[in-house]
């Protein structure tokens, strides 16, 4: 077997406070695989961009006159991308502190059917992120936000379950996963239409015709995790919209 080559995409907006040791920790635990990074800037006000610039020489980066959203910036990297194996999506918040991606690398291309993996998500003090693992629905999304009915919420995640070993599930994070490259091209990446929130969960329904999506608990990345839809109006407006298009596509 040739060396496994991996793509990782970042988008970034203002994240000069956290970008540096995001890449930093990406190219200090890439050891097993050819890897290469690329950023797409939606923009940033702040020196995020001379950052990268200035320390990370290799990392090919792109930039934007305008905030295009996530999914947006993370399809103008795919279209970038010639002959990779396979491709981590990564959120400028993300840190490793071990060769995840490589390891991704390896198991998907001895599970040739798995089409999209995400490890454990772990918070900065080693602490689980029960993230959705289940299709988001009215129950899960909404009603899950008030106390009564917390149990959807964690039905959602499938936070009452002990996961010892990989595991299919329906939905995917957006905050780190590896994909198929020649899939993640053939589908054209996410749908532009969603700014921001569930273009993770409808690019995971898209995948799902062509293999199948992997939690596998035996692998983690460091996820500093601030849920800046729940903090502003203009987040949670965003968060709305995205949930209604998501909805009214999927019935």
């Known amino acids: 077997m040739n060396?496994?080559?991996?793509?990782?995409?970042?988008?970034?907006?203002?994240?000069?406070?956290?970008?540096?040791?995001c890449i930093q920790s990406l190219l200090d635990c890439t050891e097993q695989c050819k890897f290469q990074l690329y950023i797409y800037d939606n923009h940033s006000t702040d020196m995020t961009?001379?950052?990268?610039?200035?320390?990370?020489?290799?990392?090919?980066?792109?930039?934007?006159?305008?905030?295009?959203?996530?999914?947006?910036?993370?399809n103008q990297i795919i279209n970038q991308i010639v002959d990779s194996d396979f491709?981590?999506?990564?959120?400028?918040?993300?840190?490793?502190?071990?060769?995840?991606?490589?390891?991704?690398?390896?198991?998907?291309y001895n599970h040739p059917e798995v089409i999209q993996l995400t490890p454990e998500i772990r918070n900065l003090d080693g602490s689980i992120q029960y993230l959705p693992k289940l299709d988001p629905n009215f129950k899960r999304v909404v009603l899950s936000k008030f106390k009564p009915f917390a149990h959807y919420r964690r039905e959602y995640t499938r936070e009452d379950e002990n996961f010892t070993e990989p595991v299919p599930i329906l939905s995917s994070t957006g905050c780190f996963s590896v994909i198929k490259t020649e899939v993640l091209k053939?589908?054209?990446?996410?749908?532009?239409?969603?700014?921001?929130y569930f273009e993770d969960a409808d690019l995971s329904r898209r995948l799902r015709e062509y293999g199948v999506i992997i939690y596998h608990p035996g692998i983690s990345v460091y996820h500093e995790w601030k849920r800046d839809n729940t903090r502003s109006l203009r987040g949670i407006l965003i968060f709305l919209?995205?949930?209604?298009?998501?909805?009214?596509?999927?019935?």
């Open 186 to 196: 053939l589908l054209q990446g996410y749908d532009q239409r969603f700014f921001m």
């Open 241 to 251: 919209t995205s949930m209604w298009k998501y909805y009214r596509k999927w019935r």
């Open 87 to 108: 491709h981590a999506i990564i959120n400028p918040d993300i840190y490793l502190t071990e060769d995840a991606i490589s390891q991704i690398a390896l198991y998907m």
């Open 49 to 74: 961009v001379s950052i990268i610039k200035e320390h990370f020489p290799d990392v090919i980066i792109l930039e934007s006159k305008e905030n295009r959203g996530f999914g947006y910036g993370h």
């Open 3 to 21: 060396q496994l080559f991996v793509t990782g995409g970042i988008v970034t907006y203002n994240n000069a406070d956290i970008i540096a040791k």
